[in-house]
């Protein structure tokens, strides 16, 4: 059975840090890369940094150079760490594999506001 629980969203003002983190399965953490999506309101889900199992990473240009993703293989566990952050980077976080796939199961994710 797939779990995938993501952590650690909240409010911060514009220019702050938080750290997400996503534990998931073995099943399908082990064998895929792993990515950070995001979904604003009235707006489709997007993805913003992937890691492969043999850590190579990828970002969308839009977080580039601010957000690190990094996984935990011995812990099923992939972080982002969202650095000056902005405003339009508020939405709810989810964790998945990429590509992901129709029916995959998603988490309830984790808010996270940017606000002064």
């Known amino acids: 059975q797939v779990q995938l629980v993501e952590s650690g969203g909240g409010l911060v003002q514009p220019g702050g840090s938080l750290r997400l983190s996503c534990a998931a399965s073995g099943r399908i953490f082990s064998v895929n890369p792993m990515g950070w999506y995001r979904q604003a309101p009235g707006k489709e889900r997007e993805l913003v940094a992937t890691?492969?199992?043999?850590?190579?990473?990828d970002y969308a240009e839009s977080v580039k150079g601010r957000f690190t993703i990094s996984r935990d293989n011995a812990k099923n566990t992939v972080y982002l760490q969202m650095n000056s952050l902005k405003p339009e980077d508020t939405s709810v976080y989810f964790c998945?594999?990429?590509?992901?796939?129709?029916?995959?199961?998603w988490g309830k994710g984790t808010l996270v506001t940017v606000s002064s």
């Open positions: 998945n594999r990429v590509p992901n796939r129709l029916g995959d199961y």
């Open positions: 890691i492969a199992v043999g850590g190579s990473v």
